[in-house]
């Protein structure tokens, strides 16, 4: 039980990886408070798993857009379980189009949501942790924002913005012993590649060396690597999780 007594904040957790990460944090003796913005039922099927696993979970609704929504949600959650030890921004969408094609309205939901979801969160938490002098943020990049991926120049620069995010706070918040780390998944099976098409699938296979998608779970064991002791010398630092896609 790494982190018995440890407190998980992360966004998104209803479904995917998030919700991967959740329950192997919480298998490691974490408590876990997510967010969720309209899959409630899903939300309270997770709280029940991890509850059933023995560990704590809380869920709440909040658009990871509105920035007064998640600053409730956080004091909230520090209300409930005394303190927030380590926070994961991993809420995130695609709205694929060529740019030539894309609506404003495309571009602006994806940034809100990947990259001003990612400050609203981790600003909304982060003097908890300069207070505490601990803690551990830990950033849902993409092998998009690395490679830059056709008709996703709006994930892609959210992506890319993800890692210069976790590169400069990593810088700043390092005295105050806070580390802050990113994990770059490449393609890896949840309800996001629902929206892909097949035949675009089979191509993506071809170009992965380990011949495969990815599982959220192979997500998930990075991250728990990076929260826990192990990792204590790594920060600012981006893991790719990509079967070997990004290989050049
Ligand atoms: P997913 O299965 O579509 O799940 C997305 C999660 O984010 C859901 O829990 C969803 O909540 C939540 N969410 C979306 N918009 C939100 C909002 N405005 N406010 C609060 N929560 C919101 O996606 P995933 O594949 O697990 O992706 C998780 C992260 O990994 C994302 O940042 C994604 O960009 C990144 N990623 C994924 C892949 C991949 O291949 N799957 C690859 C690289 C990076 P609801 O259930 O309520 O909608």
Known sequence: MVLKDKTVIISGASRGIGRAIAIELATAGA?????????????????????????NAKSFQADIKDYNAVTSWVDDTKKIFGSIDIVINNAGIIKDKALA????????DVISTNLDGTFNLTRAAIVTLIKQKSGVVINVSSVSGIVGMPRQTNYSASKAGIIGFTKA?????????????????????????????????????????LMRLGRPQE???????????DASYITGQTIVIDGGMSIV
């Open 31 to 55: 408590n876990i408070s997510f967010n969720y913005l309209k899959s409630a039922d899903d939300a309270l099927v997770l709280e029940e798993e991890i509850k059933d696993l023995g560990g």
């Open 101 to 108: 094609l894309m609506e404003q309205a495309d571009w602006r």
């Open 169 to 209: 706070l990593a810088k700043e918040v390092s005295a105050y012993n806070i580390r802050v780390n990113a994990v770059a998944p490449g393609f890896i099976e949840t309800e996001m590649l629902d929206a892909l098409k097949e035949e675009y699938k089979k191509q993506v296979l071809k170009e992965i060396p």
């Open 219 to 229: 997500v998930a064991k990075a991250v728990k690597f990076l929260v826990g002791d």
